[in-house]
């Protein structure tokens, strides 16, 4: 199936809502690759805090994590987000910037898109990616992981979409038929 997008009839959005579009989720929820597939489509910019707090800090998130802890993650974290104050911008969070102090401010004036996917789904997404909290876990410690973040998650999302079964082309095409409904 072809999706086709008209980026004149959704930038306004970013006008309506002054600040920006944040993708949360749990991790291989597909926020990367909707944020480039939806921010090319907007033409406006893309930031994923991961590979941003990687480029500054010089190290993988893996890396920071082993060698620093999550809590010096969670700090890098917090600092990027209150410097993302641009206008016109997707942001991909990482799975945990929810938890991230500051997150609330930074998502205020945003239109926050909850990405969901199932444990079993990330398990199988998991491949040979390297994810420090979650390698080594089952599926059922998965979902109590998924289940634990859930209720902050739905806390700051404006809007849900499930990525199960999903590609991430067919994700980016339902939330952009979801943003021009607000037009």
């Known amino acids: 199936m072809k999706y086709k997008y008209n980026s004149s009839e959704v930038k306004p959005l970013l006008t309506k809502y002054p600040k920006r579009i944040v993708l949360i989720g749990f991790a291989t929820g597909y926020k990367t690759s909707v944020g480039k597939l939806l921010a090319s489509r907007l033409n406006c910019a893309f930031v994923d805090t991961d590979a ?25 974290e917090s600092k990027l987000l209150r410097q993302l104050n641009e206008d016109n911008i997707v942001v991909a969070c990482g799975g945990g910037s929810v938890l991230a102090d500051g997150f609330d401010e930074f998502a205020r004036d945003s239109i ?12 199988s ?39 199960d079964g999903k590609t991430p082309q067919e994700v980016t095409a339902q939330v952009y038929d979801w943003l021009r409904r607000l037009l």
């Open 125 to 163: 997404r998991l491949g040979n990616t390297q994810r420090p909290l979650f390698d080594k876990l089952t599926v059922e410690e998965l979902e109590a992981y998924i289940n634990k973040r859930a209720p902050l998650y739905a806390k700051y999302a404006s809007v849900k979409f499930s990525t």
């Open 52 to 76: 941003q707090i990687e480029n500054t800090l010089a190290s993988s998130v893996q890396q920071i994590f082993e060698t620093y802890g999550e809590e010096y993650f969670r700090q890098a």
């Open 112 to 123: 926050v898109i909850w990405l969901t996917v199932e444990a079993a789904t990330v398990r």
